[in-house]
């Protein structure tokens, strides 16, 4: 339902925000472990790693930026336009993340495609520690969520299987909509969705491409990097829809 802009909903303690648009990987939920992936990712092969192997071969993996790593992607020519339109098709998805594991040394054939099977599986990713608190507050306060991901492949097995999905009234996939963030469309596409004005969003994401938003106008705040299953500052989102800054 649409919520005009009166002065009465900030008298009403909305403090200016009347809906939430959330990013997923890296502020709803985090990859596993990358040693985890990488030992399950051996054993589809048929290798059995000694905890040395799986955590040098992570070390490697993570090197090249592999989701999650917090390392900036070491994209080489031969996978470029792959990597450039991984958000937008799955088939580039798949063939850039796998390209990018199959560059990292000590990786056998077979691994990078399993590892990417792995980030693909609803298996593969924890939420943090503060996301279901904070959505259940959201949603016990009225305020609409909508989900607005880069990503080149159907988020909603995931976010079931973390308990999330039921939180989401807009899904927002870049592969589905055509555009990314940062480009003002996604935004606008999510706020369509939810039939609020820009002014009256809060993004809430860990990267500058979600600053994006604030082009539209909408209030942006960026969560720091966290590991898998630890609190990740989702419960500054509360105060902030409450206070609007």
């Known amino acids: 339902m649409h919520r005009d802009s009166s002065p009465g909903d900030d008298d009403a303690g909305r403090g200016g925000v009347d809906a939430v648009l959330f990013d997923f990987h890296g502020t709803l939920a ?83 495609e399993a590892l990417y099977d792995r980030m693909a599986s609803p298996e593969g990713w924890v939420a943090f520690a503060d996301t279901i608190g904070t959505l259940v507050s959201l949603k016990a306060q009225g305020y609409p969520i909508a989900l607005v991901s880069n990503i080149g492949f159907d988020a909603r097995p995931i976010l079931r299987r973390l308990g999330i999905d039921r939180f989401i009234d807009e899904w927002v996939l870049s592969y ?33 491409a979600d600053a994006g938003a604030a082009r539209i106008g909408a209030r942006c705040y960026l969560v720091p990097h966290a590991e898998a299953g630890r609190m990740v500052g989702l419960d500054a989102v509360l105060r902030l829809v409450r206070t609007g800054c």
């Not at 051996?42 to 390392?71: F, H, K």
Request: net charge negative; aromatic share 6%; hydrophobic share 45%.
């Open 30 to 112: 985090q990859l596993e472990p990358l040693t985890r992936s990488v030992s399950l990712a051996a054993e589809s092969c048929g290798r059995r790693l000694n905890p040395l192997a799986v955590t040098a071969l992570a070390d490697a993996i993570g090197a090249q930026g592999w989701l999650g790593s917090g390392m900036e992607p070491r994209v080489r020519p031969d996978f470029a336009d792959a990597w450039a339109d991984r958000d937008l098709d799955e088939e580039a998805h798949r063939e850039a993340f796998t390209a990018l594991a199959a560059q990292a040394h000590g990786v056998f054939e077979g691994l990078a």
């Open 176 to 208: 589905e909509v055509g555009y990314c963030k940062p480009d003002e469309k996604i935004f606008y596409a999510a706020c369509h969705a939810l039939d609020v004005e820009p002014s009256r969003v809060l993004m809430v994401g860990d990267t500058m």
